[in-house]
């Protein structure tokens, strides 16, 4: 019997490199065989197309290619600009986005390409302007001093992290948070929402130079038109951040007020969320930022990826098709079930419910902090995230909360029923899980106690409702 054109890729790549390093092989197959057979419901992951898997295996991954698409650094670069040409292209006509700008290594570089360009257009520095007209010779030592000061000085007003914010949205753990004055506005207490009115009092007293829009742990959709009149009213510029939703986006989803590109300046996404990409960012944007967004490599970027722009092409022309935005609602119809699922069995979630991918449970009320509970899942066989929940009285590393999304399940073809089976298995774990306590006696946050005889008929259980829905069925590896 012959293979299929996947399973012959596949084992004959392992084939090559088990020749040079065999670990390496193995590992990868090992990789295969553990993403078969976990439950992953965390929110920032999916499973890529064989398609775009094997369009990053290849000689793209040779060549130099800084500069963008007929305007190189190196010789040689007329298929990268073929690929270059093509991601961005699909990515314009998928998102209706005037320019998009595809060489962002991840999520967080293409932020940075934002900020940079954000900053070099919106900055007035009489230092700055030299430096753009390439007078950069002429730029004197307090030129300079001056134009460090002017950039790194600039405001931006984000979401907070307890309330779903990124890191890159100004925190001191990323560049963002030390460059950049930083102020955020959360959600409301009562109802775990955003409060546009609060976040419009944060913007006039605050007068931020950006206004970023987007979020890691947010289970709601964000009113970008309203967010856009915000910006406006104080001369903002309006980022957003669709790491998360890109897939939403493109598979119409968000549309009107909750689809962010007709409301942004620019816009900022990974492909690898739940647009089901290769590994990577990209950036949309208008004329008037296209020309210092085109600039990101080598501003702030190390040189292109042209293997992976390849592979943002394969993917992004799968998201062009009719399916994806079945998929795209399926991923939402099933977040929605899963919420209704834990809410029916007593889970307390934060904002009550989701209109996204994600889901944000509140474990505190099973007696247990989000680092106790992630380990009991994922003892069961579950694999989640802690995450903190707004106003969190365990901090970001212990947490009140667990991260569930729905994009990676969905890939394989679980649907609505099996969402309320995982809601079953969640609740059971976390209510037959209790928080231990240290050697003196002192409740611990990290430890906890679980039955390791429910943990695994759990896991069995687990595996059992995924044995309908193989992952990667095409591809066989022998
Ligand atoms: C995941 C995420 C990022 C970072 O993406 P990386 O590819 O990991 O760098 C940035 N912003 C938001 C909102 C995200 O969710």
Redo the contacts with the bound molecule.
């Keep these: 019997m012959s293979l299929n054109a996947e399973s012959t890729a596949f084992r004959s790549a392992l084939e090559v490199i088990r020749a040079v390093e065999p670990r390496v092989a193995d590992a990868i197959g090992a990789e295969l065989a553990d993403q078969r057979e976990s439950l992953k419901l965390i929110a920032?992951e999916n499973y890529a197309s064989p398609a775009t898997l094997l369009a990053m295996g290849n000689w793209f991954s040779d060549k130099y290619a800084e500069g963008t698409v007929g305007r190189r650094f190196y010789a040689g670069c007329q298929n990268v600009d073929t690929v270059e040409a093509l991601a961005a292209e699909h990515a314009k006509e998928l998102f209706g986005a005037a320019h998009a700008y595809v060489q962002p290594h991840?999520?967080?570089?293409a932020?940075l390409v934002a900020f940079w360009a954000i900053l070099a257009d919106r900055v007035e520095s009489p230092a700055l302007k030299k430096a753009q007209v390439r007078q950069v010779n002429d730029l004197t030592e307090a030129d300079w001093f001056a134009l460090r000061r002017e950039l790194g000085n600039q405001r931006m007003l984000g979401m907070s992290l307890d309330a779903g914010g990124?890191l890159?949205?100004g925190f001191r753990p990323n560049i963002s948070g030390k460059m950049f004055d930083q102020r955020s506005y959360g959600t409301d207490p009562a109802t775990g929402l955003i409060d546009y009115d609060r976040v419009a009092e944060a913007a006039r007293e605050f007068k931020p130079l950006i206004l970023v829009a987007?979020?890691?742990a947010y289970p709601r959709k964000v009113n970008f038109r309203i967010m856009r009149e915000i910006a406006d009213s104080v001369g903002a510029t309006f980022m957003v951040?669709m790491?998360?939703f890109a897939g939403l986006v493109a598979g119409k989803v968000f549309t009107g007020d909750f689809d962010p590109v007709p409301h942004a300046h620019i816009v900022?996404t990974?492909t690898?969320?739940s647009l089901r990409g290769p590994?990577?960012?990209m950036v949309l944007c208008g004329p008037e930022l296209a020309d210092q967004v085109d600039r990101g490599c080598p501003m702030v970027l190390g040189g292109p990826l042209p293997h992976v722009m390849a592979a943002k092409a394969v993917a992004l022309a799968e998201a062009r098709r009719p399916d994806f935005a079945d998929y795209a609602q399926r991923i939402v119809d099933n977040a929605q079930a899963l919420a209704e699922g834990l809410v029916r069995r007593g889970t307390k979630l934060v904002t009550g419910g989701t209109d996204n991918h994600l889901v944000l449970l509140d474990v505190s009320g099973y007696g247990l902090t989000g680092r106790q509970a992630e380990q009991a899942l994922l003892d069961s066989g579950i694999v989640t995230n802690r995450n903190a929940v707004p106003q969190d009285p365990n901090g970001a590393w212990y947490t009140s909360g667990i991260r569930i999304g729905t994009p990676a399940l969905t890939t394989r073809g679980l649907g609505v029923a099996e969402m309320d089976q995982t809601a079953e298995l969640i609740h059971t774990v976390l209510s037959q899980t209790q928080a231990g306590s240290n050697a003196d006696g002192t409740p611990s946050k990290a430890k906890y106690v679980l039955d390791p005889a429910l943990a695994d008929k759990i896991s069995k259980q687990a595996s059992e409702l995924l044995t309908g829905f193989p992952l990667y069925p095409a591809v066989d590896l022998g």
């Design positions: 920032s991840s999520g967080i570089d932020n990124h890159t949205h987007g979020y890691s951040d790491a998360h900022t990974t690898h969320k590994r990577g960012g």
